[in-house]
């Protein structure tokens, strides 16, 4: 059986057997995978590349139910993020819903991309709670469930002038349906154009943008809403946060 090298970013590490790591990766061609490395609970050179949030360059190889770790080369490490708990909850959230969103080979390369740029951003100290919640929109989009915000999702007219969110017909609708829709929440101009931005955005412009506080918690309520619906999953790593 043939050796093969990925670019991979370790999202997960339990441990497994005596001296083992289970490691899930997500990386560029090969999708999510599973990668056994062995004596990793080790410190030292056996651990080397098997700690959540290091980007590297893996040379695996398939075994009968996994593929196994023959060495890799570290590329960039996100270790610091675990020095501040608000970054690392929300570095924590990121991996889980790029777990969940990363089920086929299709995108897997789109997220490993979007992963490194947001993990970027917040070691740059952009705020945590931007750079998580705009992953969680961006995500959905790259993943095949962009909202839809071109018209009224519900009856398609492009006249809007008060805009709500639909998690009910997944976009932006107007003052009219909203009446038939009492889960539809109120967007201000601000959370409009923060939806519409991080649509358009690409790589790490995804995440170069500034809401205030206010306009934020609008955003970030319906992003984390927005993708808890689509894969039906309620997320716990920010819980954390509101009991410090
Ligand atoms: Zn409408």
């Not at 490490?77 to 299709?106: G, P, S």
């Not at 934020?216 to 309520?221: E, Q, V």
Request: net charge positive; glycine share 6%; hydrophobic share 40%.
């Amino acid at each position: 059986m043939g050796v093969i090298k990925i670019k991979g970013l370790v999202i997960k590490e339990v441990p497994y057997n005596d001296s083992d790591k289970m490691l899930t990766l997500i990386t560029e061609e090969h999708g999510k995978i599973s990668v056994l490395a062995r004596n990793a609970k080790k410190s030292g050179r056996s651990s080397y590349g098997t700690q959540v949030l290091t980007y590297g360059e893996y040379v695996i190889f398939k075994g009968r139910t996994s593929y196994i770790m023959n060495n890799c080369d570290v590329l960039k490490n996100f270790y610091n993020l675990a020095a501040d708990l608000t970054r690392f909850a929300h570095a924590a959230h990121m991996l889980d819903m790029a777990e969940d969103a990363a089920q086929d080979n299709t995108s897997s390369k789109e997220i490993l991309n979007l992963l490194i740029h947001g993990l970027v951003a917040l070691q740059k100290g952009r705020t945590p709670l931007l750079v998580s919640s705009a992953f969680a929109l961006k995500l959905m989009q790259i993943t095949g469930y962009p909202p839809h915000v071109k018209s009224c999702a519900s009856c398609n007219t492009g006249d809007i002038e008060q805009i709500f969110f639909s998690f009910k017909y997944n976009g932006f609708i107007c003052k009219n349906c909203a009446k038939q829709d009492s889960e539809a929440v109120r967007v201000d101009i601000g959370t409009a154009k923060g939806i519409m931005y991080v649509l358009c955005a690409q790589n790490g412009r995804v995440f170069n943008f500034e809401l205030s506080d206010e306009v934020l918690k609008t955003f970030s309520g319906i992003a984390f809403k927005y993708i808890s619906q689509h894969l039906d999953k309620s997320y716990k790593k920010l819980d954390i946060l509101n009991e410090l």
